[in-house]
Nanobody
Framework: QVQFVESGGGLVQPGGSLRLSCAAS????????VGWFRQAPGKEREGVSC????????YYADSVKGRFTISRDNAKNTVYLQMNSLKPEDTAVYYC??????????????????WGQGTQVTVSS
């Protein structure tokens, strides 16, 4: 059974950092592109960052470029999202997702087949 377990979300002050983890079980991530998406209340789910299955090439949304870093550790079957300099507008539920043989773009919801349950990130003072 394909499953993701996301962790690392929480409450952080503006300017702070969090690292999200997405651990896969039931399959190996080696051949999957992985993306992080987020959905704020009343908004569409948007692609934040995506990473290729093959050469770890990456994509970042303009809103997070220079602040967020996506990485993968295939030995641990896990993908990470390091989030620095967090802003209140980063507040959302963050989801990881996977697509077979996926490249980093387009980093769009419709391309991804397997989804985690989401983890809440709240940036507030």
């Amino acid at each position: 059974q394909v499953q993701f377990v996301e962790s690392g979300g929480g409450l952080v002050q503006p300017g702070g950092s969090l690292r999200l983890s997405c651990a896969a079980s039931g399959f190996t991530l080696d051949y999957y592109g992985v993306g992080w998406f987020r959905q704020a209340p009343g908004k569409e789910r948007e692609g934040v960052s995506c990473i290729s299955w093959s050469d770890s090439s990456t994509y970042y949304a303009d809103s997070v470029k220079g602040r967020f870093t996506i990485s993968r550790d295939n030995a641990k079957n896990t993908v990470y999202l390091q989030m620095n300099s967090l802003k209140p507008e980063d507040t959302a539920v963050y989801y990881c997702a996977a697509t077979f043989f996926g490249g980093p773009t387009p980093c769009s919801r419709s391309r991804y087949d397997y989804w985690g349950q989401g983890t809440q990130v709240t940036v507030s003072s």
